[in-house]
């Protein structure tokens, strides 16, 4: 496995303990900024879903009053 790090065999279960230990903290870390990312898509979308409604709202005003727009 190239980057593989060379360990003594008598070191060897340590190494793999502390490595483990290593990648489970590297996995809290990237679940918590998966999770706050999460929820910055749910802001984002709650707030495109306003704006849709806003634009469908101004649409239908825009509509009704054709009286002086155009002639």
């Not at 496995?1 to 230990?21: D, H, K, N």
Request: aromatic share 2%; hydrophobic share 45%.
């Amino acid at each position: 496995m190239p980057g593989a790090q060379r360990v003594p065999p008598s070191e060897e279960v340590p190494w793999l303990r502390a490595r483990v230990a290593e990648l489970e903290a590297d996995n809290e870390v990237m679940a918590a900024q998966l999770a706050a990312r999460d929820a910055q898509l749910e802001a984002v979308q709650a707030r495109l879903a306003v704006l849709a409604e806003q634009i469908e709202e101004l649409r239908r005003r825009l509509g009704k009053d054709s009286s002086g727009s155009r002639s």
